[in-house]
């Protein structure tokens, strides 16, 4: 099946420093959703972009939806330890086809 | 208050036996979704219910066959379990409108097939 190339596929930083994660489509996407998992748990939604270009924020997460529409990046400012888990981007591509495609996922981990 | 609720949470079984997972949503939602999550936590659509009907359907084995009681239901049957089946099932629900298409997922259901 179809699957969306998140990169990087884990990542080690200090708290305090900034994180960037992106993920890239050979085709389009008209919605972006960005995922958290912590572990034992299921994905909680980040943030949601639906037109090409926007930049959305969410507190310290900042995304936004390629204009091309075969991308999207999530960036996480000054990092803290419960940012720690799994994110994962999603794409939606018609409306009407609600069938979520998942990225790869980007395992972050915060060293002390 | 729990928005999408899925029970149980762990699931230890024998190869061959036919288990049900539950979902419930109490978000008022009219699509709701199951998805599978292998060990690599890669996370697969799997089935899609609108209204009670069933939309998506991708390339599951007939042994997994969805039941929606009501829109606020998404039931999963596993007949005849393989080792192969042991993965994290989700269930999730959206109300898709012209400014929404989030899915909101339920924490999960391990399974492990022994």
């Known amino acids: 099946g179809q699957q969306l190339n998140q990169s990087p596929q884990s990542m080690f930083i200090q708290e305090g420093e900034d994180v960037s994660m992106n993920c890239t489509s050979s085709?389009?996407?008209?919605?972006w959703l960005w995922y958290k998992q912590d572990p034992g748990e299921g994905p909680v939604l980040l943030i949601a972009l639906y037109k090409a270009g926007e930049l959305t924020s969410n507190g310290r997460l900042t995304a936004q939806f390629g204009i091309t529409r075969k991308d999207s990046f999530l960036n996480i400012s000054a990092s803290i330890p419960s940012d720690v888990g799994i994110y994962f981007c999603?794409?939606?591509?018609?409306?009407?086809?609600?069938?979520?495609?998942f990225g790869t996922g980007t395992r972050l981990t915060i060293i002390p | 208050d729990t928005a999408v609720s899925q029970t149980p949470k762990y699931l230890v079984t024998q190869m061959g036996n036919d288990k049900s997972i539950k979902c419930e949503q109490n978000?008022?939602?009219?699509?709701m979704y199951w998805y599978k999550q292998d060990s690599k936590k890669f996370l697969k659509i799997m089935f899609s219910y609108n209204n009670k009907e069933l939309i998506i359907n991708e390339t599951v084995p007939n042994r997994f066959s969805p039941k929606s009681p009501d829109k606020a239901h998404l039931n999963l049957h596993i007949n005849s379990l393989e080792l192969g089946d042991s993965a994290v099932y989700f269930c999730a629900s959206s109300q898709v409108t012209s400014w929404s298409r989030t899915q909101y997922f339920g924490p999960g259901t391990r399974l492990l097939v022994l």
């Open positions: 085709s389009i996407f008209n919605t």
């Open positions: 978000l008022g939602h009219d699509t």
């Open positions: 999603a794409g939606l591509s018609n409306f009407g086809n609600e069938k979520l495609t």
